[in-house]
């Protein structure tokens, strides 16, 4: 059970996927009850495995609005611990800010997760393996990744709800961004961008395919995201197997239709499941969910035009 | 269990009451010879494999404490390691094994050009092939093809800058940053002027035109430009650090008197050991007095491990401004 090894599908050679929306009015309540519960309705193998989490810690940001809150990291940290996991490391490599641990005292995650030197690893200078990419949406062929994340036996994505500036979104799969070594490519990772953003999601999510994607919404951030957006209080959980699904579902409770986002339309043909009819909804249903996000500047005119896909990430 | 995130600002930083102070240069270079690599390298932390950067800075530091016994055989296994490192075209990959090179071969070079380095041995081949490859190293923005392509199909910049004050980029044929361009022209400002390719000192004129083209209004450096990220971009310390050590020549600049004040002004409060030692590296080098029990204390705080590279910049931060010439002063070889 390892998304890493997970065949690369159509939709109608997938079964359905399922998503849970929870709601979870602040950092305050029983977070690790509550997915706790949620990771049960999912049957996850977890038992004496290696589980890594990989939140989206960007900067030193004092509005909640920019990071996945550490008490979220660590109340699945102590879930999936519940669930009989040998292992749970937290893991992370910041795009944007060279020094890792001037981030992790900054949002205190050592009282969230214990000790770091045992309990994070920071994916920018951990040992790193060159790997084949699985697709070619881009020209890249290949990556070094972190041992941590390619040994894994079950990896978790944990972003933040957000809208971007440059993809539309920042869910799941463009989290995936943080497991690609700044060692190697530096702070910013500029190589990704010269690749072209959507299309180096698709080839980093094709390699290394989340098993399990876990969207801190309770403070989300709508606008000009991932780094100058307003926060957004939404009050929700969102967890789910299939991490295409799961974002999804995120873009609908934002207000925006998956389709129009390159990347995840390019992703619901041979990564996960995008239509809602194939997605089976589990927990708060997603009517009641739903809180329109303001879109960022450079994605304003999706509003208007409901057949325009955004970006193109690759033929579908 | 804590609940809501705590307001940061209003909290003082914490000091681990188990760990002792931690005393440098003593324990700093113990920590050196006793983290590295028995290939003779240093990883980004002790038991990482052995990379070019972590073991570059490390060997500066320690060359800045040469007086200590104990510095010389390890830094001479720390050279070693990068003489064998480089990539046949003068680069340095960022860890061994690799294949292209990237931003770490400044590092390298600057390694190279410091004092010790050449009592030890005999870099010049390797220090010039490697400044060779940096001066060929042009970013992938910039260039006419790429000029004309962005005009043929009504490209809009990126961002406001000047893409004509063209600097370094991270990895080769990619934009150029602040971090990258700085550390080039540490290099070859460190660097016997005998050893420079044709064309370096276009490319330092170009470089430090670049770094002052992107200084920001409000006083010191982001990462890049001050409209990289589609917002006005706030000054970071690290980014503001290595501009002003790239920019010693050019003391009097505006951008510079805005810079040195917006890090003076903010020092005390930098999170982080990693950051907090380049800071101190960057104030010691233009010498501002920054406290060195400061810089001793974040080494002692929490459960973190300590970087090779961070020690290695604590290290040169305490050797006197005006002391010999090392890798960061003017060289006198």
Same mark, same amino acid.
């Given at each position: 059970m390892n998304g890493k090894e997970s065949p690369l599908l159509p939709p109608h050679q997938r079964p359905v996927s399922r998503v849970c929306i929870r !709601?979870?009015?602040?950092?305050?309540?029983?977070?690790?009850?509550?997915?706790?519960?949620?990771?049960?309705?999912?049957?996850?193998?977890? *038992?004496?495995?290696?589980?890594l989490l990989k939140p989206n810690f960007v900067g030193l940001d004092s %509005? /909640?609005?920019? #990071? %996945?809150?550490?008490?979220?990291? /660590?109340?699945? !940290?102590?879930?999936?611990?519940?669930? /009989?996991?040998?292992?749970? %490391?937290?893991?992370?490599g910041p795009a944007l800010e060279r020094d890792t641990w001037a981030i992790l005292e900054w949002i205190r995650l050592r009282d969230y997760i214990g000790p770091l030197d045992r309990n994070f690893t920071d994916l920018n200078t951990d040992h790193v393996r060159q790997v084949e990419l699985r697709t070619r949406a881009t020209t890249l062929h290949r990556l070094y990744f972190p041992e941590s994340v390619l040994g894994t036996d079950f990896l978790v994505s944990m972003p933040k709800l957000k809208t971007h500036r440059w993809a539309g979104v920042s869910l799941s799969l463009k989290n995936l961004f943080g497991i690609v070594p700044g060692s190697c490519y530096g702070w910013p990772k500029n190589i990704?961008?010269?690749? *072209?953003? =959507?299309?180096?999601?698709?080839?980093?999510?094709? %390699?290394? +395919? =989340?098993?399990?994607?876990?969207v801190d919404g309770i403070v989300g951030m709508e606008g000009e995201g991932p780094l100058d957006g307003k926060p957004k209080n939404t009050g929700l959980l969102v967890m789910g197997d299939d991490p295409v699904a799961v974002d999804a579902t995120c873009a609908r409770i934002m207000g925006i239709r998956p389709e129009r986002i390159g990347y995840l339309k390019a992703a619901g043909c041979l990564l996960g499941h995008l239509r809602e009819e194939n997605i089976r909804q589990l927990g708060e249903p997603l009517a009641s969910a739903t809180t329109p996000f303001e879109l960022p500047s450079t994605f304003r005119k999706l509003a208007t035009s409901?057949?325009?896909c955004v970006m193109k990430a690759g033929a579908c | 269990m804590r609940g809501l995130e705590t307001?940061?600002? *209003?909290? =003082? *930083?914490?000091?681990?009451?188990?760990?002792?102070p931690f005393s440098l240069p003593t324990q700093g270079v113990r920590f050196l010879v006793e983290s590295q690599n028995p290939d003779g390298g240093w990883g980004f932390h002790a038991a990482l494999s052995s990379a070019t950067e972590p073991t570059a800075w490390a060997v500066m530091g320690l060359d800045a404490c040469a007086g200590h016994v104990e510095c010389r055989q390890s830094e001479e296994k720390g050279f070693a390691w990068l003489e064998e490192c480089q990539l046949q075209d003068g680069s340095w990959p960022a860890h061994l094994g690799q294949r292209e090179g990237s931003w770490v071969t400044s590092a390298a070079c600057l390694a190279l050009a410091s004092k010790r380095c050449w009592l030890i041995g005999d870099p010049e081949e390797?220090?010039?092939?490697?400044?060779?490859?940096?001066?060929?190293s042009w970013p992938g923005e910039g260039n006419p093809w790429w000029r004309l392509r962005r005009a043929k199909?009504?490209? +809009? =910049?990126a961002s406001r800058r000047d893409s004509g004050l063209r600097g370094w980029g991270w990895t080769p044929k990619t934009s150029g940053w602040v971090e990258p361009t700085a550390l080039a022209l540490l290099a070859l400002q460190a660097a016997p002027r005998e050893l420079h390719p044709k064309d370096a000192q276009k490319r330092i004129r170009l470089g430090q035109a670049m770094l002052l083209d992107q200084a920001l209004a409000t006083g010191g450096w982001n990462s890049g430009s001050s409209d990289s990220y589609g917002y006005a971009a706030r000054p970071q310390p690290g980014p503001t650090a290595w501009a002003l050590m790239a920019l010693r020549e050019q003391q009097h600049g505006p951008e510079i008197v805005a810079g040195l004040d917006w890090l003076c002004q903010i020092h005390s409060q930098v999170k982080g050991f990693f950051s907090?030692?380049?800071?101190?590296?960057?104030? #010691?080098?233009?010498g501002v007095e920054y406290g060195l029990s400061h810089l001793e204390n974040a080494f002692s705080t929490g459960s973190k491990p300590i970087s090779p590279m961070a020690i290695g910049w604590a290290l040169l931060a305490i050797t006197p401004p005006e002391g010999p010439p090392g890798p960061l002063r003017a060289p006198e070889i």
């Open positions: !709601r979870a009015e602040s950092y305050t309540v029983d977070l690790a009850g509550v997915i706790v519960e949620s990771l049960r309705e999912f049957h996850i193998p977890v *038992q004496g495995k290696s589980v %509005t /909640g609005a920019m #990071n %996945t809150s550490p008490a979220v990291a /660590g109340a699945a !940290r102590e879930a999936f611990l519940r669930l /009989g996991a040998r292992r749970v %490391t937290v893991a992370e990704l961008h010269w690749a *072209q953003i =959507p299309r180096a999601i698709l080839d980093i999510a094709s %390699t290394v +395919r =989340p098993d399990f994607a876990i409901p057949d325009k | 307001d940061h600002d *209003q909290v =003082p *930083q914490e000091i681990n009451p188990n760990s002792a390797a220090l010039a092939k490697g400044l060779r490859w940096l001066v060929k199909l009504k490209l +809009r =910049p907090f030692s380049l800071v101190c590296l960057c104030l #010691n080098l233009w």
